[in-house]
Antibody, heavy 121, light 110 residues
Framework: QVQLQQSGPGLVKPSQTLLFTCVIS??????????WNWIRQSPSRGLEWLGR?????????EYAVSVKGRITINSDTSKNQFSLQLNSVTPEDTAVYYC???????????WGQGTMVTVSS | QSVLTQPPSASGTPGQRVTISCSGS????????VNWYQQLPGTAPKLLIY???QRPSGVPDRFSGSKSGTSASLAISGLQSEDETDYYC???????????FGGGTKLTVL
């Protein structure tokens, strides 16, 4: 059974960098049938897909247009985890952040516990 | 503003059938399958319907999905009090090259 355990800050100052990690158990970040995603949710923007990484003989990193240029997703096979880095945050980035796996049925079938992030000075 | 459009609220009485719509475009619902998620307060969304009309194991057959053109619907029959929560549709968007969601519908059981 796949489980995702995410960790990250609850408070970040404007212009700083937000960094989250998501540790995978029960599967491999190098799985050739899964993709590893970051999604956030806020009252103003609703559910918003931020990006994903997956391995299909090589690594792929795909990002949402809304955050492209500020976002980096990395994978770490030695720790079986993936990470989210979001630069130059503003109060608009205040949200609950989730990591989630996209399985063979092309659905977000496993989610992390979610972390509320507030961007404020 | 969400790419997929859902009514912000819906309601029904116990035992009634309610439907929640999800409207998109040719680049998302028109070309790709639709998934529905149920989100209880304070928890992550949970998969309810996938591939337009498929139920994962454990989801009651009171829940059903359909798709036509650039729109999709979630139907809940035999409404129960525990169905009172938020529902979201989602689809891949070929133009945006990413997943898009509806704004969510809050279902109230009167």
């Amino acid at each position: 059974q796949v489980q995702l355990q995410q960790s990250g800050p609850g408070l970040v100052k404007p212009s700083q960098t937000l960094l989250f990690t998501c540790v995978i158990s029960g599967d491999s970040v190098s799985s050739k049938s899964a993709a590893w995603n970051w999604i956030r949710q806020s009252p103003s923007r609703g559910l918003e897909w931020l990006g994903r990484t997956y391995y299909r003989s090589k690594w792929y990193y795909e990002y949402a247009v809304s955050v492209k240029g500020r976002i980096t997703i990395n994978s770490d096979t030695s720790k079986n985890q993936f990470s989210l880095q979001l630069n130059s945050v503003t109060p608009e980035d205040t949200a609950v952040y989730y990591c989630a796996s996209l399985g063979g049925r092309d659905v977000f079938d496993v989610w992390g516990q979610g972390t509320m992030v507030t961007v404020s000075s | 503003q969400s790419v997929l459009t859902q009514p912000p609220s819906a309601s029904g009485t116990p035992g009634q059938r309610v439907t929640i719509s999800c409207s998109g475009s040719s680049s998302n619902i028109g070309r790709n399958t639709v998934n529905w998620y149920q989100q209880l307060p304070g928890t992550a969304p949970k998969l309810l319907i996938y591939n337009n009309n498929q139920r994962p194991s454990g989801v009651p057959d009171r829940f059903s999905g359909s798709k036509s053109g650039t729109s999709a619907s979630l139907a809940i029959s035999g409404l129960q009090s525990e169905d009172e929560t938020d529902y979201y549709c989602a689809a891949w968007d070929d133009s945006l090259t990413g997943w898009v969601f509806g704004g969510g519908t809050k279902l109230t059981v009167l």
